[in-house]
Nanobody, 121 residues
Framework: VQLQAFGGGLVQPGGSLRLSCAAS????????MGWYRQAPGKQRELVAT???????DYADSVKGRFTISRDNAKNTVYLQMNSLKFEDTAVYYC????????????????WGQGTQVTVSS
């Protein structure tokens, strides 16, 4: 299974970006997909997650500005980021949790390669 993230870049404060992350491979189901970020010198932190049934969780710092969504048919998760701030600058990683593979009863967790988001004037 591979997770490939797209959509990072450089944006001015107050601007918007949309990240996407597609999971590929012999996937039977994915319980939760999410986004984490890691700024220089800081630990990786949760940004947002979305579970089957579209239950979502957000970090307090992004509530009201970021929206997570998923397309189950495409095994893809999106993160719409609006009203970006300097402190949103980080490498953003996508995550697929409790992934069940075809023909397997086991569950796995996978991470994408990360995409840089830089908010700068």
């Amino acid at each position: 299974v591979q997770l490939q993230a797209f959509g990072g870049g450089l944006v001015q404060p107050g601007g918007s970006l949309r990240l996407s992350c597609a999971a590929s491979g012999r996937i039977a189901s994915i319980d939760a997909m999410g986004w984490y970020r890691q700024a220089p010198g800081k630990q990786r932190e949760l940004v947002a997650t979305i579970r089957m049934g579209d239950n979502t969780d957000y970090a307090d710092s992004v509530k009201g500005r970021f929206t997570i969504s998923r397309d189950n048919a495409k095994n893809t998760v999106y993160l719409q980021m609006n009203s970006l701030k300097f402190e949103d600058t980080a490498v953003y990683y996508c995550n697929a949790d409790r992934v069940r593979l075809s023909g397997s009863a086991r569950y796995f967790i996978y991470w994408g390669q990360g995409t840089q988001v830089t908010v700068s004037s």
